[in-house]
């Protein structure tokens, strides 16, 4: 029996007798060299939120993403304010973060970033601003 260059998988002549063993082993090289690749390529998720106007440890504001963050982008624009937050991550991390004069605390745990501040603008919450992210994984 012959096999293909790249994955090793069964290339069957007219007298070549068919197992499933062979079947099976196909099937599990071409699993594992689809998770990689998937595995691989970069996640991409975008999206707003709306501020409520709450701030502090007790009122967070928090997204969850479906995948773990590896790097956020969240950004206003109204009138003359401009917020932006442009911050890489990593898995189970709190971190303060300065920004503007400003400074926020951020949680990550999987795939849930949460952060809150010591005032609305602060935690990019101000009531009625809507809020626009990026996100990588």
């Known amino acids: 029996m012959n096999h293909t260059t790249n994955y090793q998988l069964s290339q069957w002549a007219k007298s070549d007798r068919i197992m499933m063993d062979d ?4 099937n599990a090289k071409i ?3 689809l998770k990689a690749n998937a595995d691989a390529t970069p996640k991409l998720a975008f999206g707003s939120y709306k501020g409520t106007g709450t701030y502090g ?3 967070r504001t928090a997204i969850t993403f479906p995948f773990a963050p590896k790097w956020l982008m969240i950004y206003t624009k109204s009138g003359s304010n401009y917020a932006l ?3 890489l991550l990593t898995s189970s ?3 303060h973060i300065n920004y503007d ?3 926020a605390t951020l949680s990550l745990n999987g795939c ?3 952060w809150y501040a010591d005032n609305a603008p602060s935690q990019l919450n101000t009531e009625g ?3 626009y992210y990026i996100v990588v994984g």
């Open 57 to 59: 440890s007790k009122n």
């Open 112 to 114: 849930t970033l949460s």
């Open 101 to 103: 004069g400003r400074t």
């Open 85 to 87: 937050w442009n911050e």
């Open 31 to 33: 699993d594992a060299a």
């Open 129 to 131: 601003e809507t809020y």
């Open 93 to 95: 991390m709190t971190t």
């Open 23 to 26: 079947f099976n082993a196909d």
